[in-house]
C-alpha cells in the first residue's frame, strides 16, 4: 500500500465578496420587500461576507461545474502534474448543475483533464470527505498516481427571490418559513480542489493523510437538510418532485425548497463530537498532539457547542489552534473543507511534523467525517536554484531593413509565447519544480531520441531542395546537417549512463507530438526553397541556445547527476553559440531572398514548429 499526500489545493471563490448589507442586491428581495429575520440569523451564524455565483440581477455567472474546473486549474498550476497526467477524478457536490449526467463528467469536460476514471458524490458537506477518501484509495492502492478530488457548491441560485414567487409557503409579509430562511442567510458559492499523489512534493509543503473516518447515521434519523420533497407531519416522505403531475405542481408546493430540519440540527454536534471520543478511545486522536484542528462548523451558532462537549470530555483544544474562514467564505458545504486547506497551506503558518485534524460533519441524514493529516516539509535533494523567470529571446542582428525588422517583432512575439507555454507542460514542470525522477528524465531522453535524430535528415533534404541559385543558404542548411548529427549520439550517451537500455534507443517509436513534428519538417524541406523552414529553425536553435542549459543545470541539481549524464542539454546552450548556428539565421535573413511574403512564410512555419515541438513534450509516451 502506498502512502498518500496533498501535494496541492487550489480554489475558486466567484465575483467579489459580498458583505451582508448586499446579500439582497443579489438574492433579492421576496416580494420586493426586505426580509425582517435576515439579521437574526446573520447574528447567529457570524457571518460576515460570503461569494455568490450571482450578479445583482439575480443571473447565474458560473456554474457550479466551471467552479469547480477554475479550481482545478489554480490547484495544478504549480503542481507537477498537468492536465493530462490525471489518472482519477473525484468530485462531490450537494447539488449538480445537470441532474444527468455526472457532476464528474461534467467537471472533466469543462477542465479539460484528459482520459481517466472518476467518480461523482452527491450528498451535503460530506460529499468532500466521500471524494477525497476514493481518490485516498485509489493512490493508496496503486491505482492512481495522480488524483484530483474537487468540491463545487453553487446554492444561490436556489435561494433567489424569484424562486419563491407563486409559492403557497411566502407569508404576506414575504416571510419564508423558517427551516428555508435559515439556509438562505448561510450558504454560499464556490469551489476548492486538491492534488493525490504517492509521494509528496519536491518543493512546497505536502499534507499526508494518515487516515480517513466517514460514519453515516442515516439509519438513526430522518431527514434533516433535504430538497425534492415535504416531510409529512410524522417525518416520512409521500412523495418526490419528480411524482408530482409537474414540475410547474412541485415548484408551487415548495417540493424543490432547500429545506433544514431546525429540530433535528443540532443532532450535528453530538454526534461529531461522540464519534470524536470514539476516535481518541481507539487511539486514532490524542487531542494534546493537535497542531491544527480544520473543522466544518455550519454557523458560529455550533461552535460554543462544540467546545464545550470536547471541554467536559477532557479533549479540550485551545481557540489559537482552531482554523475557519467561516466568516470570510461564508459555508460552501462540500467545498469549504478544500478551500479552508488551501488557506491553511498557503497561510505559511504549517511546520513539518505537525497534525491537522479536520472534522467535516454533515446534517442532511446526519453523517461524520474526520480526516487527520502530517505535514510534511520539501526535501532539500528537489531544490532547484536555476533560473526560469526570465524570458529572453534568441538575438538576432538585422541591416535595419523594414522587412527584416517586422520579421524579428513576430518572431520573438512567437518566442514569449512559445517559451511561456513551455513552462506549463508537465515534464518540464517538474523538472522546474524539483520533482522530476530519473525514470521521467530518461523517458524525456528517450522521447525525444525518436525526433532528434530526424533533424540532420530534413536539414539534408531542405539543403537538397535549394536552386543553385540560393548556393550560399545551400551551403549553411549543409553545414548544419553536419552539426545535428552529432546531437543525438550525445543523447543515447547520456540515456545509457542514467541507466538506459540500449535497446530501447534503437526500438523506440516516435511519441504522436514527434511524429507530427518529423512529418511536418520533412513534408517543408521537400517544396522547392523552403526557406520558410527558417522559421522552424528559429525554434529549435532558440531552444538550444537559450533553454536547454536551464533545464540541463535543474535536472543535474534535482538528480545529483555527473555531466556525462545530462551533456545533450547543456552542450547545446555553447554549442549553437560557438558553432554559430544563429550566424547562419542571420545570414539567410540579410540576403535577397527575404521579401515580405517569404517573411511570413517563416513567421507561420515557426508558430507550427513551436505548437508542435510543445506536443512532442505534453504526449510522452503517447505512441
Not at 420586493?32 to 445583482?56: E, V, W
Not at 407569508?171 to 509521494?199: C, E, H, K, T
Not at 410547474?248 to 464519534?275: T, Y
Request: aromatic share 8%; net charge negative.
Amino acid at each position: 500500500m502506498h502512502k498518500v499526500f496533498i501535494t496541492a489545493t487550489g480554489k475558486f471563490l466567484p465575483n467579489t465578496s459580498v458583505p451582508n448589507e448586499a446579500m439582497e442586491d443579489y438574492l433579492g428581495r421576496i416580494n420586493g420587500l426586505p426580509s425582517r429575520t435576515k439579521d437574526i440569523f446573520l447574528r447567529k451564524n457570524g457571518i460576515k461576507s460570503r461569494y455568490y455565483a450571482l450578479n445583482t440581477q439575480q443571473q447565474t455567472t458560473h456554474q457550479a461545474y466551471e467552479m469547480a474546473a477554475k479550481a482545478i486549474d489554480d490547484c495544478l498550476e504549480t503542481a507537477a502534474a498537468g492536465k493530462q497526467n490525471i489518472d482519477f477524478l473525484s468530485t462531490a457536490t450537494t447539488q449538480s448543475d445537470l441532474p444527468v449526467p455526472g457532476f464528474a463528467s461534467m467537471v472533466q469536460g469543462e477542465s479539460g483533464i484528459g482520459t481517466c476514471t472518476l467518480a461523482s458524490h452527491q450528498s451535503v458537506c460530506a460529499a468532500s470527505i466521500m471524494a477525497i477518501q476514493n481518490a485516498y484509495m485509489h493512490v493508496q492502492a496503486g491505482q492512481s498516481r495522480n488524483a484530483v478530488s474537487c468540491a463545487a457548491e453553487l446554492p444561490s441560485r436556489m435561494f433567489k427571490a424569484s424562486r419563491f414567487a407563486g409559492q403557497s409557503i411566502v407569508g404576506a409579509d414575504a416571510a419564508l418559513p423558517a427551516d428555508i430562511d435559515f439556509l438562505r442567510w448561510m450558504l454560499s458559492d464556490g469551489a476548492g480542489a486538491m492534488l493525490l499523489q504517492p509521494a509528496p512534493s519536491r518543493t512546497g509543503i505536502s499534507l499526508e493523510i494518515e487516515w480517513i473516518d466517514l460514519r453515516s447515521y442515516a439509519h438513526q434519523y430522518e431527514l434533516c437538510m433535504y430538497t425534492g420533497t415535504n416531510k409529512q407531519a410524522d417525518g416520512s416522505i409521500a412523495k418526490t418532485w419528480l411524482d408530482y403531475e409537474s414540475m410547474s405542481a412541485a415548484d408551487k408546493d415548495g417540493a424543490i425548497n432547500l429545506k433544514q430540519d431546525m429540530q433535528l440540527v443540532d443532532n450535528i454536534v453530538k454526534l461529531g463530537i461522540q464519534r470524536f471520543f470514539e476516535l481518541v478511545d481507539e487511539k486514532k486522536i490524542a487531542p494534546e498532539a493537535i497542531d491544527w484542528l480544520v473543522c466544518h462548523y455550519s454557523s458560529h451558532h455550533f461552535k460554543k457547542q462544540i467546545t464545550d462537549l470536547l471541554e467536559k470530555g477532557g479533549a479540550n483544544i485551545p481557540a489559537e489552534k482552531w482554523f475557519t474562514n467561516l466568516y470570510t467564505v461564508g459555508n460552501i458545504g462540500a467545498a469549504s473543507i478544500f478551500v479552508m486547506l488551501d488557506e491553511l497551506l498557503r497561510s505559511g503558518q504549517l511546520k513539518h511534523g505537525q497534525q491537522v485534524l479536520c472534522m467535516v460533519p454533515e446534517s442532511g441524514r446526519f453523517i461524520t467525517g474526520y480526516m487527520m493529516l502530517r505535514v510534511v516539509a520539501p526535501a532539500a535533494p528537489g531544490i532547484v536554484t536555476e533560473d526560469i523567470a526570465t524570458i529572453k529571446a534568441p538575438e538576432i542582428r538585422t541591416q535595419q531593413k523594414p522587412v527584416q525588422e517586422w520579421l524579428v517583432r513576430q518572431l520573438t512575439g512567437v518566442w514569449f509565447d512559445f517559451e511561456r507555454s513551455l513552462q506549463q507542460v508537465p515534464i518540464v514542470k517538474k523538472i522546474f519544480n524539483g520533482q522530476l525522477t530519473l525514470e521521467e528524465y530518461k523517458r524525456l531522453l528517450l522521447n525525444l531520441r525518436q525526433q532528434v535524430i530526424d533533424g540532420s535528415q530534413w536539414i539534408a533534404r531542405a539543403a537538397s531542395n535549394v536552386s543553385m541559385q540560393y548556393f550560399h543558404v545551400r551551403s549553411s542548411f549543409i553545414r548544419h546537417s553536419s552539426d545535428e548529427h552529432r546531437d543525438y549520439q550525445i543523447l543515447e550517451k547520456n540515456y545509457i549512463n542514467c541507466g538506459g537500455n540500449e535497446n530501447d534507443l534503437y526500438t523506440g517509436e516516435k511519441n504522436i507530438g514527434s511524429e507530427a513534428l518529423s512529418a511536418y519538417m520533412f513534408q517543408r524541406a521537400s517544396q522547392p526553397d523552403p526557406f520558410d523552414l527558417l522559421g522552424g529553425m528559429f525554434i529549435i536553435e532558440g531552444l538550444g541556445n537559450r533553454v536547454s542549459g536551464k533545464w540541463g543545470r535543474a535536472i543535474q541539481q534535482q538528480l545529483q547527476l555527473n555531466a556525462d549524464q545530462v551533456s545533450f542539454f547543456i552542450y547545446h546552450e555553447s554549442s549553437d553559440s560557438n558553432d554559430n548556428h544563429f550566424e547562419r539565421f542571420e545570414n539567410a535573413i540579410q540576403s535577397e531572398l527575404l521579401t515580405r511574403e517569404m517573411a511570413e512564410k517563416i513567421v507561420k512555419t515557426a508558430k507550427v514548429v513551436a505548437r508542435l515541438y510543445r506536443m512532442q513534450l505534453e504526449e510522452l509516451d503517447n505512441f
